[in-house]
């Protein structure tokens, strides 16, 4: 089965929202099996969205929609959908019911005229309830193609795709069973690892499929298999992925079950009823704010302090302005006082220390830009390394955060070993 992803919003097109959705629900397809085959995002156009639709009838099982179902005149997808059916529109009791309690229970005030108009859809169309919002889901069916349309407000999108779209989808098509795994590295970059298992990558059986997956400081390696027997794909990847296991042992440091490297340092320190706190120079507190984002963080993250200015480092975290002075405010020296001190002040178990020329000026330190030291101070000892992330800016601040998570994880793992 395969299926196509339309985004409608001129504020798309311009740069002004970045499309987050359509990841979202490819992922969501690939799940269940559902291959995508091609996404395009296109202007609040009436000829346009009705371009893009024919663009797929037939072409594709499903298309997936999002955007234009709002209650203003630029919103114009249902009347469009309407159009491409040669249906028209009706009330529909229970989301009118839904929108009026959700005004007077969220707003406390009756529905306007305007947003009544959010209970009008195609008489044909099955109705997918949006429990976050006033515009509801559309399914509608035109020859060999689904059409689905849904709001384009994040959350609103992901409430009707998980709860009721995706479970519909499930049940009422036979998709063949998809296996993913993937293997977590470090250390070593994208064609370094090519060459080490091309004898390996050239001999998969044709239904497992091998995707590099890099970002800074890490590659990803995964692994799909396609079939209708999902024992056999399951024990088929198992023992591939023996087989890439003895050709690069020294650099796989675990397996991704889909989650970010601050969602997996927060279940460790979570499971293991530990603690961390932060103290960010070059970062500018962007460890802290990849730790803070994910749900529960306040059972393991005790809080940052973020030391971009030397007086701060002296006068907050009480780092020797004798230290800065001999080894420089850029140096394994500072970031092992930092977070020493920032552990110590936030009382935690563990704590992260970054300093470095994150640039494009060097500023007045002996070191060139791109430098960075990171140091993870835990119960046992404190560990500093150095690192030269080049540039730009963004690459060298994005790679020191999540260099430093990578070290926390091992620092972990040590003390669990």
Excluded at 298 to 304: A, I, L, N, T, V
């Amino acid at each position: 089965m395969t299926a196509a992803i339309i985004t409608i919003g001129d504020e798309i097109l311009i740069g002004q929202v970045i499309d987050t959705n359509s990841g979202v629900m490819a992922k969501a397809l690939e799940d269940i099996g559902i291959r995508v085959h091609e996404m395009l995002s296109v202007s609040d156009d009436r000829s346009h969205i009705l371009e893009a639709f024919s663009r797929y009838q037939d072409q594709v099982d499903l298309v997936l929609i999002t955007g234009g179902l709002g209650p203003t005149k630029d919103d114009i997808t249902k009347k469009t959908f309407c159009e491409y059916f040669d249906d028209q529109l009706v009330e529909d009791q229970n989301v009118l019911q839904h929108i009026t309690q959700m005004y007077l229970r969220v707003f406390n005030r009756p529905l306007s005229a305007m947003n009544r108009d959010q209970a009008l859809v195609p008489s044909k169309c099955t109705v997918l309830h949006n429990e976050y919002g006033s515009a509801p889901g559309m399914w509608m069916q035109k020859d060999k193609t689904i059409f689905v349309s849904m709001p384009g407000v994040p959350y609103e999108m992901k409430g009707i795709l998980h709860d009721h779209l995706i479970p519909k989808l499930a049940a009422q098509f036979n998709r063949p069973h998809i296996i993913h795994k993937t293997i977590l590295t470090y250390g070593m970059g994208e064609s370094m690892i090519a060459e080490r298992i091309e004898e390996w990558e050239n001999n998969l059986p044709n239904f497992i499929k091998l995707a590099y997956l890099p970002s800074p400081g890490r590659v990803r390696l995964r692994l799909t298999a396609r079939g209708q027997d999902k024992s056999t794909l399951e024990e088929e990847v198992g023992q591939q992925v023996r087989s890439i296991l003895a050709l690069i042992p020294e650099i796989v440091t675990g397996f991704d079950d889909g989650g970010s490297i601050e969602q997996s340092v927060g279940q460790m320190l979570a499971e293991r009823g530990l603690t961390v706190s932060t103290a960010e120079s070059c970062t500018g507190g962007t460890v802290a704010q990849m730790i803070a984002s994910v749900a529960g963080a306040s059972r393991y993250f005790r809080g940052s302090i973020v030391a971009y200015n030397s007086e701060i480092k002296v006068n907050l975290l009480g780092i020797d302005p004798g230290l800065i002075k001999e080894h420089s405010v850029v140096s394994p020296e500072v970031a092992a006082a930092m977070a020493r001190s920032v552990r110590r002040i936030c009382n935690s178990d563990f704590a992260i220390g970054i300093t470095g020329n994150a640039g494009p000026t060097a500023d007045d330190t002996p070191h060139p830009v791109g430098q960075v030291f990171i140091s993870i101070s835990g119960p046992d000892r404190t560990s500093t390394e150095g690192f030269n992330f080049g540039q730009p800016r963004e690459k060298v601040i994005l790679r020191a955060a999540n260099k430093s998570l990578e070290m926390l994880r091992a620092e972990i793992l040590k003390k669990g070993a």
